[in-house]
C-alpha cells in the first residue's frame, strides 16, 4: 500500500515525491509515462557525447532563495547568465532589443538618453494594452514591432500579436542601457551535472518507487494508494468532457556539427521568414567541452506534445470548468503545469510543488530553512565559491 501515487516525474512530481518521502516518511509511487525522469527539463548525452536538452533549452533562473536553496540540496551549479541573438536584415543583434541593438541596426551611435527619446518619438501610444501588438508598438514603435515581434509571434502561436492577449509580450523587456542578459534574477545558474542527475538524486530515497514508460491509467486497479498528485493534462483526467484545453506544441530538430562552435551566441532568433523561431547551442548552456557541438532548431507545431497553453479569453474560460472538477475531486490533487493549464517557468513550478506539501503536512513554508543544501549556494562542487557568482549569493 502506497500512500501516494504521483503521475508525473517532471519538476511538480519530483519535489512532491522527494518532499513527502523524506519529510513525512510517506511511501511513494511516482510515475511517468516517458521513458525517463524530469519531465520537460531532461537532458542526455546525444549519441557524439553532447549533453542535450531533449525538449528544447532549459534555463534555470529565480528570485526565490527558497527555492534556489531547496534545489541545491541535488545538485552543485554552474554560474550561467543566458544570452539571446536576433537575426535581423542580415545581422545578429542583442535580444531583448537594448542601446546596442538599436544602434547597430541602424548604423547610429546613440546615448541612452537619446535612445530613450527615439523610443518616444516611434512608440504609438495605445489607451489600453489590451492585445500582444499594443503592448510592442506602443514601447517601441512599429517599425521594431514588425523586425523583432510580429513574425516570431505568428510562427510561434500562428496567431497575430493583435490576436493574443498582451499577457504573451507584457514581459518583454526594453532596455536603453548595454546591459544583454535575457533574465535579470538573483540566481542564475544550470545545474553543474545536468537537470536528469539532480531529479535521480531527487528520487533516491528508500521510500520513493519509480515506475517508467507507465501511463496511471494502466494502474488503476492494479496498485493500491491512500491519495493522488496528478502533474498530467488536467482535461485528460477528466477524459476531456467539455472539449480539449488548445495547447502549442513545437517540434524539435537535434543537429551534431563537427565543429567545436556553431554560432556566436546561446540562442539566436529567427523573426523572419524561416520555419523554425529559434536555434540553441547547448555547450554554452552546459559549459560542456567537446570537439564537436550539437544544436536544436524549433519548429512551431498546432499538433504535438502540449507545450504551451494558448492564452486567450475563451480557453481561459474553459480551463475554469475544468478546474471547477478539479476542486471537487476528492483524494486528488491537481500539481504543475499541465494540470493547471498555465505556462510556468521551472522555478515556479518547484515554489507551487513546495507550497502543495506545506498544506499537506501542515508545515509552513520554510524547507530551505529546516536543512542546509548539500551543495552550499553559489558553490561549484569542489566547496568554493565560483567568482562570477554574484555576491548577493
Ligand atoms: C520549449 C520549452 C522551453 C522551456 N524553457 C524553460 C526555461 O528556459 N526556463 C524555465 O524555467 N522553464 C522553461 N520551460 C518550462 C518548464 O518546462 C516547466 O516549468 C516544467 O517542465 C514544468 O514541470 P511540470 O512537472 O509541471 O511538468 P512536466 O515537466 O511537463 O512534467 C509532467 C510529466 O507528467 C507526465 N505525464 C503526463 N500525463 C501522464 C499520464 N497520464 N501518466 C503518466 N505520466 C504522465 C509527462 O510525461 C511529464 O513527464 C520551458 C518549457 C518548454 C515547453
Not at 519530483?14 to 511513494?28: D, H
Not at 535579470?184 to 553543474?192: I, R
Not at 506539501?357 to 508545515?363: F, L, M, R, T, V
Amino acid at each position: 500500500m502506497f500512500d501516494y501515487l504521483i503521475v508525473g516525474a517532471g519538476f511538480a512530481g519530483s519535489v512532491l515525491a522527494e518532499r513527502l518521502a523524506s519529510a513525512s516518511n510517506k511511501r511513494v509511487l511516482i510515475c511517468d509515462r516517458r521513458n525517463h525522469v524530469g519531465g520537460n527539463a531532461y537532458d542526455h548525452y546525444d549519441e557524439h557525447g553532447v549533453l542535450v536538452h531533449k525538449y528544447g533549452p532549459h534555463i534555470f533562473h529565480t528570485n526565490s532563495r527558497e527555492v534556489f536553496d531547496y534545489l541545491s540540496r541535488f545538485t552543485a551549479w554552474r554560474p550561467y547568465e543566458h544570452r539571446v541573438q536576433a537575426s535581423v536584415d542580415g545581422q545578429l543583434v542583442p535580444m531583448p532589443i537594448n542601446l546596442d541593438t538599436v544602434n547597430k541596426l541602424y548604423g547610429l551611435n546613440l546615448t541612452s538618453f537619446q535612445l530613450e527619446e527615439f523610443f518616444r518619438s516611434v512608440a504609438e501610444p495605445r489607451e489600453q494594452l489590451r492585445t500582444s501588438e499594443d503592448v510592442v508598438v506602443s514601447k517601441v514603435g512599429r517599425e521594431l514591432y514588425e523586425k523583432f515581434f510580429r513574425n516570431y509571434t505568428r510562427k510561434q502561436w500562428d496567431l497575430d500579436p493583435s490576436e493574443l492577449d498582451a499577457s504573451v509580450t507584457s514581459r518583454v523587456p526594453v532596455r536603453t542601457n548595454r546591459d544583454d542578459r535575457y533574465f535579470t534574477d538573483t540566481y542564475q545558474a544550470m545545474p553543474l551535472h545536468g537537470y536528469t542527475r539532480m531529479f535521480e538524486r531527487m528520487l533516491d530515497h528508500p521510500n520513493i518507487k519509480v515506475m517508467l514508460n507507465c501511463d496511471y491509467a494502466e494502474l488503476a486497479g492494479e496498485v493500491n494508494y491512500r491519495e493522488m498528485i496528478y502533474t498530467g493534462p488536467v482535461d485528460a483526467f477528466f477524459d476531456y468532457r467539455y472539449g480539449k484545453l488548445p495547447y502549442r506544441s513545437l517540434e524539435f530538430r537535434h543537429e551534431t556539427h563537427h565543429a567545436e562552435q556553431f554560432q556566436p551566441a546561446p540562442v539566436v532568433n529567427f523573426p523572419n521568414e524561416h520555419a523554425y523561431t529559434r536555434v540553441t547551442e547547448f555547450k554554452y548552456l552546459t559549459g560542456q567541452e567537446h570537439p564537436k557541438t550539437s544544436v536544436v532548431y524549433e519548429y512551431p507545431r498546432a499538433e504535438g506534445d502540449p507545450y504551451y497553453p494558448v492564452p486567450r479569453r475563451e480557453n481561459a474560460e474553459l480551463y475554469a470548468k475544468y478546474k471547477a472538477l478539479a476542486d471537487a475531486t476528492q483524494g486528488v490533487r491537481f500539481v504543475g503545469r499541465l494540470a493547471t493549464y498555465k505556462y510556468y517557468n521551472m522555478d515556479q513550478i518547484v515554489a507551487q510543488a513546495l507550497t502543495t506539501y506545506a498544506k499537506i503536512s501542515g508545515e509552513k513554508r520554510s524547507v530551505a530553512a529546516a536543512a542546509p543544501a548539500v551543495y552550499p549556494v553559489g558553490s561549484n562542487g569542489n566547496g568554493t565559491r565560483p567568482a562570477e557568482m554574484p555576491k548577493a549569493l
